[in-house]
């Protein structure tokens, strides 16, 4: 049924946050969406995984609206009373609205933009569903839908997008830096940002945001075991990530994805160095 809720105690870090809801953001083909406006409407009671994980009486959607010109997105979850096999449930649709004044952009920058509008909403869905997942009673419930409205009043604008962009194009060595000598590093959107407080994900909301808006995925695909084991006996012979195969890879990438060059860059060392540490 799909409200069952199997509780069922695992751990909940990155590597289970993006093999759960990858799959939905894929499903919603958000690289596809044009002007004029079409919704794209994923019941969740129809596939098992989230039946099971209790996110079953969940709607996830995309529209599209006319909303003020600096608006660029925002994530609204609403909720009601059904009723099902004579039984009161509860059902949660989580709508993400993008603004449709960029919605029908055909240039690398117009793509990034609705991109990054749609993956950042997507991750306040991710913390909605995580929560949801976890509570059934009713002080709970309105609670949480309490912190929902409130996380609703902010509207993702120009500015926002501006410093989203800047913390994406940070170099790759600041961050090993930051996490050599201790020091958390700064997003413009941190961890709070997200988190409701219900929600019992372990990784922080910045890095399954990145991880969703470039996959280790979309690297692995162009690499066979073969490859992958000719890298890792470079890397243990002369301690260099990049090699002849590494770097038609890499580029290809940052012809086909709508991403900084910088943020590309990046996300492929961080694959690499996983790699060649056999992870």
Known sequence: MPYTDTNVAIIKDKKWVIETFLPLLNLLDIDNIPAPSVDRIINLSDHRDFIIKGMGLCVVSISQEVLPPQTKGIHITSHKKITVQGKKIDHYRLNIIINTNICNKTSRKGRLLLKLTIVHEFTHAIAALSAISRIRLSGLIERL????????????????IHYMLRDLCKPLIK????????????WYFGDEHYRLGFEDIQESYPSILESLLLPNEMFRIFFSEDDIHTIQTAYHQNRVIWHPLTIPVFRQININENLPKEFIRRRYISFLSNIVRNQ
Do not use: Q, T, V
């Open 145 to 160: 839908l309490k912190k929902l409205r409130k996380k609703a009043e902010h509207k993702l604008n120009d500015r926002d």
């Open 175 to 186: 961050i090993l830096l930051s996490i050599i000598h201790g020091i958390p590093i700064k």
